[in-house]
């Protein structure tokens, strides 16, 4: 199965080790994946409210680029799904802002037709690879792991988007946590806001706010945490010591990205998905 892969800025910088633990793991699921080297940021979701044909030529630029591969978009950040799902939305609703994207993108040969497909890492797993070939492919199943997963908001909300009917309900990481062989743990907050987007302005929102989702999944038996999401990653895992001390606690609670938890099912070591490279250390999952 072949991607136009777009890792985002996170990924490439301070969570570098979700992009080495993704290529890992897209070898090991045959999944081959084309970066779109020349790919701008998507500009976060601030961006939107400053320049709007700004935003939307950034997003569409990047869709322009998988289509003209003749490739579905894959991405491993939750923003950045949001605002390529919202770009191809407006681009296909409003044909005069299309226009205006198209006339900037023709400065570099580029024009986007609104046929590119966007999906992100988890959909990929179920919708391309399926159930019953993730199976197969479990080689370390995870017996024994009880995990938290922590969604976020942009990879389900707002759920008009995504077409779901109860966005606070997914179920689809407790689901592939079973797949892998672990037990997924329930508990307060698994679908609620992480607070990266609010901790340029006030990081004591976002310590506030992810020190109660963290306290929950440990309170509820998680021997880790796992997020489909780069940015929530950087608040649950980075954020986590500064969370201690707020909360008065001690938390020493993993975190895992998404790649990097399928990789441990698929056999891969803790060094390949640079498992050493967290805040907060995941030795104890050995």
Known sequence: MKFAYYPGCSAKSTCAELNVAMRKVAVALDLQL?????????????IRA????????????????????QLPLMTICNTCTLNLIDAN????????????????????????????????????????IGAERLRELVVN????????????????RPPGKYGFIDSRNNQSLEQLSM???????????????????????????????????????????????????PLCHTVLDSFQKEIEKDAGTKLDMPVLHLPQLVGLALGMSHEELRLGSHVVSTEALR
């Not at 084309?34 to 601030?46: D, F, I, P, Q, V």
């Not at 995870?142 to 938290?148: E, M, N, P």
């Not at 062989?181 to 698994?190: A, H, I």
């Open 141 to 156: 199943p995870l017996t024994g792991l009880s995990v938290a997963a922590f969604y976020g908001c942009h990879i389900t």
């Open 50 to 69: 400053i320049d709007p044909v700004g935003f939307l030529a950034l997003n569409v630029r990047i869709l322009a680029l998988a289509e003209r591969d």
């Open 34 to 46: 084309t970066e779109l080297e020349s790919a701008t940021c998507t500009g976060a979701r601030e």
């Open 179 to 229: 797949l892998l062989g672990c037990k997924p743990v329930d508990y307060t907050g698994r679908t609620e806001c992480c607070g990266f987007h609010t901790a340029a302005h006030d990081e004591r929102i976002s310590i506030k706010l992810t020190g109660q989702h963290i306290q929950s999944a440990k309170t509820n038996g998680a021997d880790a945490m796992v997020t489909p999401c």
């Open 89 to 128: 939305a407006i681009f296909a609703e409003d044909a005069d802002l299309a226009r205006q994207v198209n006339l900037r993108l023709a400065e570099e040969g580029l024009e986007y037709k609104g046929t590119t497909r966007v999906t992100h890492f988890l959909w990929v797993l179920f919708e391309d």
